[in-house]
Structures are given as structure tokens and as C-alpha cells.
């Protein structure tokens, strides 16, 4: 199994000692090649991932990760205000509805000066969703 959860902790940690409190805001998909440069070379040879992959009903994914036959979805987003974080908590719950999932993946870019930092895991019913905030 990949460990997502702590893949998700060291990017957040290497992240903030590369760019410090980055006040410069970017693009969402300026994190996303962030996080896939450093995940990268953690599932090389034995993984892939696919960026916007596309479900039947044309809603599209991210990041999603294909590990040893199973299957990995990350929602990225950049923070903008609680609501904004549950409408990408909704996505992923989706998302995991759709590949039969337990758990699934939020990784947030959060400009804000007085963030808290770190991955925490939040049960909705008989699922897990662990969101990262960078």
C-alpha cells in the first residue's frame, strides 16, 4: 500500500522549508506540478498517476494515482474560505463514491499568515478524508 497520509506530511514539510511563508500567491496547478515533482520519484517503477482524469459522468479528478491495483485520488485546491474547502471536501467524497473508495485525499495551498500547517483525517459516515494544508 502507499502511505498517502505521509507522503502528504513530508511534502507539506519540504514544502515550507523550500519556500518558507510564501506571501506570492500562485495558480493551482502551479501546486500540482509541486506535489508531483515530489511525488514523482516515490511511485516510480511501481506506480503512475494521471492528472484531470476524467470519471463517465465527465467530472475531472486532480491527481490520481495508480499503485500496485489500487487507486488513489487527490483533490488539490487553493484555500479560499471554509465554504470553498467543503464544496473540494464534496468532490472527494465523489470521487470516492465513484471508484467504491473508504478514503480519499484534500491537499489545500493555503496563503493565509496564521495557517496551521499539517494533515489531519476527518470521518464522514464509514469514510476517511485526510486533508493537508500547506
Known amino acids: 500500500m502507499l502511505d498517502v497520509k505521509l507522503i ?5 514539510e519540504a514544502h515550507n ?29 511501481t506506480g503512475t498517476y494521471s492528472i484531470e482524469e476524467q470519471t463517465r459522468d465527465h467530472k475531472r479528478m486532480d491527481v490520481v494515482i495508480h499503485y500496485l491495483g489500487r487507486i488513489y485520488v487527490i483533490e488539490l485546491k487553493i484555500w479560499r474560505d471554509s465554504r470553498y474547502n467543503e464544496d473540494g471536501e464534496k468532490q472527494v467524497l465523489g470521487y470516492m ?22 494533515v489531519d483525517e476527518v470521518k464522514i459516515g464509514d469514510r476517511i478524508l485526510v486533508e493537508g494544508i500547506v
Open 8 to 12: 502528504m506530511e513530508h511534502f507539506i
Open 97 to 118: 463514491d465513484y471508484f467504491g473508495l473508504s478514503k480519499g485525499y484534500m491537499l489545500s495551498f493555503c496563503f493565509n499568515k496564521d495557517k496551521k500547517t499539517g
Open 17 to 45: 522549508r523550500i519556500h518558507g511563508e510564501e506571501s506570492e500567491r500562485f495558480l493551482e496547478q502551479e501546486g500540482r506540478e509541486r506535489f508531483l515533482t515530489y511525488l514523482s520519484p516515490i511511485i516510480n517503477g
